[in-house]
């Protein structure tokens, strides 16, 4: 662009108005971005340049919209209640299955119980029945109203009847005979002379030597034995006074000295149960366990399947957020940060929509900088202007800029939209964010001359303050976020009145930051597409706290690189800077002497 400056509306201050304009070619490259050629808003002697602006590679975005598409549709409203209700009633019928199953496995245990009970009981009254029947009252009828003995050994004896010890082993016997699972015994470690010792083991001995100390009571033992339950059962045979009488007076016991209550043995009753067929009685519950089991097995099937369903969604979209994410981060280059930050949390919409406000616009352009990229090669002059965008770029971010574009070598920045602090702090903003950016490009007009640009960069800004319509503006294709209005083409007016090097501002925004900056009115002057007359006022400087303005000098030229800003010179170093300027000046002297009066 060169040092003419060319109205706003040319140069996109209109929301890019040339957009109907553009001859768009993409040409894709090897990252996924396009790059598109349109005609720049350059100098008003028709200059053309270079726009680059990303667009995303329409391949990816499509793969990217086609992933989410193929992602599992969600369940209708329909199949998710149904889905819901069936799940709701088999846990209802799994909780109210459980009581139903243990009340039907308690009944059917307990008929199953007092059937063989009942059985067990009937077996024994027939075998106690049959044995009365032929060893007591066969015995006594056979015996034709003879004496009748009471013996233990009655067997040897016709007419003779058992004693209730050998009555007590002839129904361990029977009972034993009809009922193979309980066992029937009645034994002692004092028997008769004539009869076999029997042989206790441990719990029997233990039994015994228990129940005569203390005989009113039973003892059990219950053990395992493979698949078959063991039960014991021993209580204390005690001697009553027919016992005593007999015992101690027969010449084949082995003790005569018995007495009342003393315990002369033991009588066992044991009883072995198989497991399975008990397991069995439960087969309610078991039955009820199989099915919970087995939606239990149908419930994780489900769930492992719903989860590789959600992983694999959740992989698909995971890549298609980071490629979203991707595209997204390199979107937000081309808008400003508040911009994109008032787009991506929903403050602002993608509709065409305006709006006015009272905004500060700063309008900035390089002095001579078509006759620049003329003496340079275009990768130095690619270098030198992006870097110089970023620093401004950096700075008006600092103070709240919000950066509208890039026009060639020129930089629109307006405050008080998205968000605004009030026009006198948004003026204020502006006026700091001027002064910082001319010390900025001072710095690195330094930098470059040392590495071999010898061209500083000298530029005008202007910066003006008034209503403008701003939003979104375009179609519904392709739209930007701009100003629009004659207050952002006074602002480039101003700008282009400028000395290289200073800021002019209107007296708009002069009068809301009088207060804090020094400034002079320059000559009324009337400006194209602006119906009034202006009054420019230059800025001097910032103005001390005591009110005393604050004085900046710029100077920058072939062989010249001048920032002087009285107020950050401190007492220490202004006497090797008026030392400087002295040499300086006595230098300038002896090459050009001043010229004769």
Known sequence: MGGETVA?????????????????????????????????????DGEYGLIAAY????????????????????????????????TITTVVLLLAGLPFAVWMDVRNLTRETLQHQASDINSMITGIRGFYSSDVVGRIIANQGERTQVLHNYEAVPGAV????????ALGGIIGAQQTNIHYR???DVPFRNRKSHTLDAFERNALDTLRVKPGQSLTEV???????????????????????CHNSHPDSMKRDWKVGDVRGIQEVSVAEPIAPSLWSFKYILAYFFLTAIAGLVFIILQRRQHEAVRNANTKLSLSNEFLAEVSMKISHYLSPQVYKSIFSGELDGSIRTSRKKLTIFFSDIKDFTALTERLQPEEITALINEYFSEMSAIALKHGGTIDKFIGDAILVFFGDPTTRGAVLDAKACIEMAVE?????????????????????????????????VGNFGSQERMDYTILGAEANLAARLQSIARPGSIVMSYETYALVRTAVAAHALPPTTMKGISREIIPYEFDGVLYEDGAPGQVFSEHSVGLDLYLDLGRVDALHAAALRDVLRKAMAALEKQQPA???
């Open 437 to 469: 950016m001319q010390r900025r490009i001072a710095e690195l007009n330094v930098r470059w001359r040392k590495s071999g640009a010898s061209e500083p960069f000298r530029v005008r800004m202007g910066i003006n303050t008034g209503y403008c319509n």
């Open 595 to 597: 010229p004769a009066e």
């Open 162 to 169: 058992p004693l209730p010890a050998s009555l007590s082993l």
């Open 223 to 245: 053990s395992m034995s493979g698949l078959t339950s063991n039960v014991r059962v021993i209580s204390p045979v005690i001697m009553g006074a027919t016992c005593v009488a």
């Open 55 to 86: 667009v995303p590679d329409c391949q990816k975005v499509d793969r990217a919209m086609e992933t989410t598409a193929t992602l599992p549709p969600p369940r209708r409203f329909s199949r998710s209640r149904l889905s819901e209700a069936l």
């Open 8 to 44: 706003p509306e040319k140069r996109g201050c209109r929301g890019r108005r040339a957009s109907d304009e553009r001859q768009r070619c993409e040409s894709a490259t090897a990252d996924g971005r396009s790059t598109r050629f349109a005609p720049e808003a350059g100098s008003g």
């Open 186 to 188: 009645f034994v002692s």
